[in-house]
């Protein structure tokens, strides 16, 4: 092998350096999602959820940073699914989430920080790529909101319309 040849292999170990690190963190979030997927109790799916979501916005940034919006923008459209079928999920399955709040919270938790990740993400984006993006963090902060409402359903207003007995 001439110095040539070593040169661009060493070029593209370096290049490759990237990628494969990409790869790495993405082993773990594959597994998790494999267990979320497979998982049927819509509690347990809530707190797994609540337990990779940040690590899919992370790999949405390093897709972003890598050059790879579109791929970017469909780990966060898949992020925005998988928490729309557990909230449906959480709702059928009629649990008064005010007074056995299990999976209810943990999701709405994890969605209020989780929006701030996607927001940060947002604007480091040209002004062109931000509505895409900007659509899939307003489902998810409609969701984020829904879950305020069942979790915390009355209102100081309505409380002070109630008589006092």
Do not use: W
């Not at 927001?119 to 790529?129: A, R, V």
Request: charged letters at 25%.
């Amino acid at each position: 092998m001439n110095f040539s040849g070593a040169r661009k292999i060493r070029m593209a170990a370096f290049l490759a350096l990237p990628l494969c690190a990409m790869l790495a963190a993405q082993e773990p979030l594959a597994a998790a999602l494999a267990q979320f997927q497979h998982e049927t109790d819509p509690v347990r799916k809530a707190r797994e959820l609540a337990r990779f979501g940040d690590a899919q916005i992370a790999l949405a940034r390093k897709q972003l940073k890598s050059g790879e919006e579109e791929g970017s923008l469909r780990t966060l459209e898949q992020y925005r699914d998988e928490v729309l079928a557990t909230f449906q999920a959480l709702k059928t399955t009629g649990v008064n989430a005010e007074k056995k709040p299990a999976g209810f919270k943990e999701l709405q938790i994890s969605l209020r920080e989780t929006m701030r990740h996607m927001q940060d993400l947002i604007f480091t984006l040209p002004q062109d790529k931000q509505p895409f993006f900007r659509e899939v963090r307003a489902d998810v902060g409609k969701v984020q909101n829904d879950l305020v409402d069942v979790l915390f359903p009355r209102g100081p207003s309505q409380n002070m319309n109630k008589p006092n007995p």
